[in-house]
């Protein structure tokens, strides 16, 4: 996948994808949404316009089938609150949810506090590589 200066979760993916875990990545679509389908393994994966690698095939999947989500992020801080690029996709996706939403992030942007706005949605709990 890519290191756009967020946490490279591709081996976390690749391994539990291996174990057998359903793994389920995020498609960017035009309207500003996120559509979901399920991992194949890397070689079913392009890269989107935003440098982003995505599911070329798969099955799609409600938001309603997930049991958790995990959220890369430039920086959170500790009430969840992301740094992102800004586009809203995961804002709107997670607004709409109500399963646990994990934020990965390094552990040195992990913050007090970030600026957020009355759309920005904070995720459950945030985990760094220092997390135990």
């Known amino acids: 996948m890519e290191d756009r200066g967020e946490v490279d979760l591709?081996?976390?993916v690749e391994h539990q994808w291996r174990a057998g875990t359903r793994i389920?990545?995020?498609v960017m679509q035009p309207n500003g949404r996120l559509e979901h389908r399920e991992f194949k393994g890397r070689a079913h994966l392009v890269t989107n316009r935003?440098?982003?690698s995505e599911p070329l095939t798969g099955a799609l999947v409600l938001p309603s089938e997930l049991d958790c989500v995990i959220v890369p992020g430039l920086a959170f801080d500790k009430r969840g609150y992301r740094l992102g690029y800004g586009?809203?996709?995961y804002d709107r996706f997670l607004a709409d949810l109500n399963v646990p939403t994990i934020g990965v992030c390094f552990s040195q942007f992990l913050l007090d506090e970030l600026p957020f706005d009355a759309y920005d949605v904070p995720v459950s709990s945030v985990v760094t590589e220092r997390s135990t």
């Open 10 to 12: 591709a081996p976390f």
């Open 24 to 26: 389920v990545l995020p």
């Open 50 to 52: 935003w440098g982003v």
């Open 87 to 89: 586009k809203g996709f």
